[in-house]
């Protein structure tokens, strides 16, 4: 099954597929990168920083 097939049974772009397969990836440890929690902290962070 191709990503275009995977992508289209879930009602998504492929390109979008292809970004969350990536992320879990690098969430797993399988590639370098920035995982998501280490990339919600800094967010959040400004976030309440910016609060009035």
């Keep these: ?11 998504v772009h492929a390109m979008t597929l292809w970004k969350w ?4 990836d690098i969430d797993d440890g399988a ?7 280490e990339s919600v902290e800094p967010r959040e962070t400004r ?3 910016k609060r009035p």
């Design 31 to 37: 590639k370098p990168g920035t995982s998501s929690q």
């Design 1 to 11: 099954m191709t990503v275009e097939q995977l992508a289209a049974d879930f009602g």
């Design 47 to 49: 976030r309440w920083i």
């Design 21 to 24: 397969m990536r992320r879990a």
